[in-house]
């Protein structure tokens, strides 16, 4: 069964960093697209990053663009987002996410096949 679990969330003040981590099980992983999605209070689910299978391509929101980092590590099947410079804005549930040979712009778009239990991320002014 594969599950993804995610970690690291937490209250922060605005301008502070976070590390979000998303620890994947099952025999294959980097078979993947991965990415991450956040869920704002009343708000829909939207993406926020998204990394290629081989790690060496990522698209981000411009919301997020220039301040937040998607990586990942194959070898451990870890998933990463670093954020820096957090607003207020950034409040919501993170979700990370994963798609069995699926392109970035797939899973951008919510073609999803797992996903996380969601960490809570809470950034105050």
């Known amino acids: 069964q594969v599950r993804w679990v995610e970690s690291g969330g937490g209250l922060v003040q605005a301008g502070g960093s976070l590390r979000l981590s998303c620890a994947a099980s099952g025999r294959t992983f980097n078979n993947y697209a991965a990415a991450w999605f956040r869920q704002a209070p009343g708000k829909e689910r939207v993406p926020v990053a998204a990394i290629s299978w081989s790690g060496v391509s990522t698209t981000y929101a411009p919301s997020v663009q220039g301040r937040f980092t998607i990586s990942r590590d194959n070898g451990r099947k870890m998933v990463y987002l670093q954020m820096n410079d957090l607003q207020p804005d950034d409040t919501a549930v993170y979700y990370c996410?994963?798609?069995?040979?699926?392109?970035?712009?797939?899973?951008?778009?919510?073609?999803?096949?797992?996903w996380g239990q969601g960490t809570q991320v809470t950034v105050s002014s």
């Open positions: 996410a994963g798609k069995i040979r699926g392109a970035m712009s797939e899973i951008m778009a919510g073609s999803v096949d797992y």
